[in-house]
């Protein structure tokens, strides 16, 4: 049985609907101030959820009983929303991720991941980032995933619990949140677009991104829960390919129908990278991981998701 912390969230969601298709059984452990009982509609029936905050090791606990593999995504995403409550971000990133490793060691659990990010690497100058680069995070919400990754270590050399940490890049698709304030780029551009408002750009629009379409994570979740050589190690999940803003919001502009509007520019945000795009070639070596969805595709894909909830 698989257990999906932020279950209900955009992430998550995805993670245990694939989960369920391949016939496993699923729980969720999600507190809903971030997910939304919306993204678990189709599959509400098929699941245990289990509301409750990782902060709460009882509840933590209680919720790892019968688990053989936890997909840990639960989290306080956003690099802003750290910048304004680091306190917050630390207690859910660092303290909830201990809570998680320490109740998956004393239930028995096979394996845990960890949904770390490309914002560990901060301003590292090399353009394309490879795993053994030294990281530079710029931000509390980076901290927080680095600190993770080394609980992660940790918790499998000191207590031979098997842990894999999955450093996304940019997720974006289905169940991604275009309402919150510090929801990520792509449904704030496809939402804009919708609606006739101008996507908004912070800086000159040329940083660019390795824009990774949630199937492409899910793969790779799903194949590392089981991979062998991997366990101990953090790896890049990502496409291999660098995007700009600029582009992406001309491609989105397309898709909608409104390459009329032009986007609108801010400035630079605090903890912001310049660019970032992964090497996965230890993905694919341990793994055997291949991303199975391209970033034209995926986004294709998200904006008729997008357009269709607004129906």
């Given amino acids: 049985m698989y257990l999906v912390t932020g279950g209900a969230g955009f992430i ?7 989960a369920l298709k391949k016939g496993t059984r699923v729980r ?21 959820i289990v509301e409750g905050d990782i902060r709460s090791y009882h509840i933590v606990r ?28 630390n207690e859910v990133n660092v303290q909830g991720t201990l809570n998680v490793l320490h109740a998956a060691l004393d239930a028995g659990c096979r394996r845990v991941l960890f949904a770390s990010s490309s914002s560990i690497y901060g301003d590292a100058p090399e353009k394309i980032k490879t ?7 710029l931000s509390p919400y980076a901290v927080s995933k680095l600190a993770g990754e080394k609980y992660m270590q940790v918790f499998h050399h000191i207590y031979g619990l098997e842990t894999v940490a999955l450093r996304y890049f940019n997720v974006f698709g289905p169940y991604q949140d275009p309402a919150s304030p510090y929801s990520a780029v792509i449904p704030l551009f496809i939402n804009a677009c919708l609606e006739s408002r101008k996507p908004v750009i912070n800086g ?32 890049n999940i990502a496409c291999g390919d660098s995007i700009s803003v600029n582009h992406l919001a001309s491609q989105i502009g397309r898709l909608t129908g409104r390459m009329d509007i032009e986007p609108s520019h801010r400035p630079e945000r605090p903890g912001d990278v ?8 230890l993905a694919q070596k ?20 997008m357009r269709e909830r607004r129906v």
Avoid at 28 to 48: C, K, M, Q, V, Y
């Fill in 12 to 18: 998550g969601s995805n993670i245990a609907r694939e």
């Fill in 28 to 48: 969720i452990l999600d507190n809903f101030s971030t997910g939304h009982w919306a993204n678990l509609t189709d599959i509400r029936d098929d699941i245990e």
């Fill in 204 to 235: 000159d629009g040329k940083q660019s991104r390795d824009f990774t379409y949630i199937a492409n994570v899910v793969h790779a979740n799903l194949l590392a829960a089981d991979a062998p050589a991997a366990t101990g190690l953090m790896m």
């Fill in 131 to 137: 795993e053994d680069l030294h990281v530079r995070p």
């Fill in 274 to 281: 310049k660019h970032s795009r992964a090497d996965i070639t």
């Fill in 286 to 305: 341990l793994l055997g991981y291949e991303p199975v969805t391209s970033f034209e595709d995926g986004l294709e894909n998200t904006v008729s998701f």
């Fill in 62 to 89: 209680n919720a790892m009983e019968g688990i053989e593999v936890v997909f840990h995504q639960g989290a306080l995403p956003s690099v802003p929303r750290s910048i304004a409550d680091p306190i917050t971000t």
